[in-house]
């Protein structure tokens, strides 16, 4: 009887990755075996394709959350010169302006690495 081999002779794969539900089917060869070798690569590149996807956005929301919104209202300081003070708006404190202005910057560092420490630990 006629017909072509592919079509008699059961050569077709169909895989599944069960942890991402990515579904591949393959029928182009006369060889189960080629069908099976392409098949699992075309899997391997989709599921790859759906990791780097989720970790670029990741990476982005991480970006954005790191980012801000660029608002107005978003200010880290308020230098007031006339009145020679400094106010850290993330840390509610305030430092002598010429202080800061010549360098003399680790009170500020401490503060805001005991606050960063406070918020991790109050995340555990």
Same mark, same amino acid.
């Given at each position: 009887?006629?017909? $072509?081999?592919?079509?008699?002779?059961? +050569?077709?794969?169909?895989?599944?990755?069960?942890?991402?539900?990515?579904?591949? @089917?393959?029928?182009?060869? %006369?060889? $189960?075996?080629?069908?099976?070798?392409?098949?699992?690569?075309?899997? +391997?590149?989709?599921?790859?394709?759906?990791?780097?996807? %989720?970790?670029?956005?990741? @990476?982005?929301?991480?970006? @954005?959350?790191?980012?801000?919104?660029?608002?107005?209202?978003? %200010?880290?300081?308020?230098?007031?010169?006339?009145?020679?003070?400094?106010?850290?708006?993330?840390?509610?404190?305030?430092?002598? +302006?010429?202080?800061?202005?010549?360098?003399?910057?680790?009170?500020?560092?401490?503060?805001?690495?005991?606050?960063?420490?406070?918020?991790?630990?109050?995340?555990?």
């Amino acid at each position: 009887p006629g017909g $072509q081999n592919v079509n008699k002779v059961a +050569t077709a794969v169909h895989l599944i990755h069960r942890p991402t539900g990515v579904e591949v @089917r393959m029928q182009e060869s %006369k060889s $189960q075996a080629q069908n099976r070798e392409k098949a699992r690569r075309l899997l +391997t590149a989709r599921v790859h394709e759906i990791e780097q996807a %989720k970790a670029a956005a990741e @990476r982005g929301d991480q970006r @954005r959350s790191q980012i801000g919104h660029g608002e107005r209202s978003e %200010k880290v300081r308020v230098y007031r010169y006339q009145d020679d003070i400094t106010a850290d708006q993330r840390l509610s404190v305030k430092f002598k +302006t010429a202080d800061l202005l010549s360098g003399e910057i680790g009170p500020l560092i401490e503060a805001l690495v005991e606050q960063e420490t406070a918020r991790r630990l109050g995340e555990l």
